[in-house]
């Protein structure tokens, strides 16, 4: 069984949350729609106006249409992140890191923090995902393990050993070092 001793700090979890936010289809629709609605509103009110041939209105609801689809996602994405921040605030408070022991192999997974502990069949992990940040293991029933690169001792041979994992369950492993919360 491989052991490994690791902290995960609040910007952990905001990094988690918001990798499992841009992957999660219910909100990347969320998101498009949002992004989407508004500018398509804007347009129809200014047509709206060249009923009264009017084409000032028209001119500048196109204008906060055309700025609101480029400028919306920044917003957005700086939303998410305080609103995440908001909950990990919340769930932690002052605590500003957690100790975890994990531990694995082909039969089980055993974690053990500040918090909790908990063993799950390795049969549950659904699947892998590795960042420039970290690598996570999603679990069947939702549920997600970090374990942060840089506290990581040697982020080669643990990638090794879960890619073996992964194999053995038959399960994906995802490398996704290019990946950024937008």
Not at 133 to 141: G, K, P, R, T
Request: net charge negative; charged share 25%.
């Amino acid at each position: 069984m491989t052991t490994i001793n690791y902290t995960i700090d609040k910007n952990d979890q905001l990094i988690t949350q918001l990798f499992i936010a841009s992957k999660s289809e219910r909100i990347n629709n969320k998101r498009r729609k949002s992004r989407i609605t508004s500018p398509i509103l804007f347009i129809f009110l200014g047509l709206i106006s060249l009923i009264s041939n009017d084409y000032i209105p028209l001119l500048f609801l196109s204008i906060c249409a055309v700025t609101y689809y480029f400028i919306y996602p920044k917003w957005e994405s700086r939303y998410y992140i305080k609103h995440y921040k908001g909950i990990i605030q919340d769930k932690y408070g002052d605590k500003q890191s957690i100790q975890v022991k994990f531990e694995f192999d082909h039969d089980q997974l055993k974690v053990k923090d500040d918090l909790y502990e908990s063993i799950v069949p390795s049969s549950a992990v659904k699947e892998f995902y590795e960042i420039a940040y970290a690598i996570f293991i999603i679990l069947e029933d939702g549920q997600t393990l970090i374990l942060p690169k840089d506290k990581l001792q040697n982020v080669a041979e643990i990638r090794a050993q879960f890619t073996e994992l992964a194999d053995h369950l038959k399960v994906n492993y995802h490398l996704e070092e290019e990946w950024e919360w937008k």
